[in-house]
């Protein structure tokens, strides 16, 4: 079975950090691009970063940029994404995708996305 | 970065009828726009990619059509599953963006 799952999400504090972690199994995992999504309670859907197969190209929401970072282990077949400086408005689920993988490199439809993982920023 | 706009934001629909959604983009995106469902508590799931190409599984009443800028969800005889939001996302043009959604609810 082709899955995702995330994990370390929680309720953090205000300047708090977290490391999320999302597990990938049934498929190549070093063949696709992945992303981190997050929802916010009751509000759409938002990239907030995504990393190219081997890990050398990522990009970041401005939201996030120079607060969180993006990383893979191939060996693994993990996604992470580091939080810091956490405010009350990254507050969302996050969900980490997988991109189809047809098109071209890094533009492509999601076509397996993980259950998600929690984020309260909260004092 | 690419706007996509969808109407209605929700959308009123008895089971067995017919629903429409619509979305549009704000310049040019060639087909590259997939459409997503969401049920309360769930991860979003793919429906269609390539405007028009069902996602492995998807049943057939639903369908996609639309190039360009203007872009139609379908989705025949509504089934108690159906009623959730759906998101449009274009990924023509890099950052890819995603819609506001289209609640289609039980009329």
Known sequence: EVKMVESGGGIVRPGGSLRLSCEASGF???????????????????????????????NYADS?????????????????????SLRAEDTAVYFCVRDQGLGNPGLDAFDIWGQGTMVTVSS | EIVLTQSPATLSVS???????????????????????QKL?????????????RATGISDRV??????????LT?????????????????????????????????
């Not at chain 1, 996030?64 to 810091?84: C, E, H, P, W, Y």
């Not at chain 2, 009828?17 to 310049?27: N, P, V, Y």
């Not at chain 2, 369908?63 to 139609?72: D, K, L, Y």
């Open chain 1, 28 to 58: 190549i995992f070093s063949d696709h691009w992945v992303y981190w999504v997050r929802q916010a309670p009751g509000k759409g859907l938002v990239w907030v970063s995504r990393i190219n197969n081997d890990g050398s190209l990522t």
């Open chain 1, 64 to 84: 996030v940029k120079g607060r969180f970072a993006i990383s893979r282990d191939n060996a693994k077949n993990t996604l992470f994404l580091q939080m810091n």
């Open chain 2, 15 to 37: 089971p067995g009828e017919r629903a429409t959604l619509s979305c549009r983009a704000s310049q040019s995106v060639s087909n590259n726009v997939a459409w997503y469902q």
């Open chain 2, 41 to 53: 508590g769930q991860a979003p799931r793919l429906l269609i990619y390539g405007a028009s190409i």
């Open chain 2, 63 to 72: 369908s996609g059509s639309g190039s360009g800028t203007e872009f139609t």
């Open chain 2, 75 to 107: 989705i025949g005889s509504l089934q108690s599953e159906d009623f959730a939001m759906y998101y449009c996302q274009q990924y023509n043009n890099w950052p890819l963006t995603f819609g506001e959604g289209t609640k289609v609810e039980i009329k």
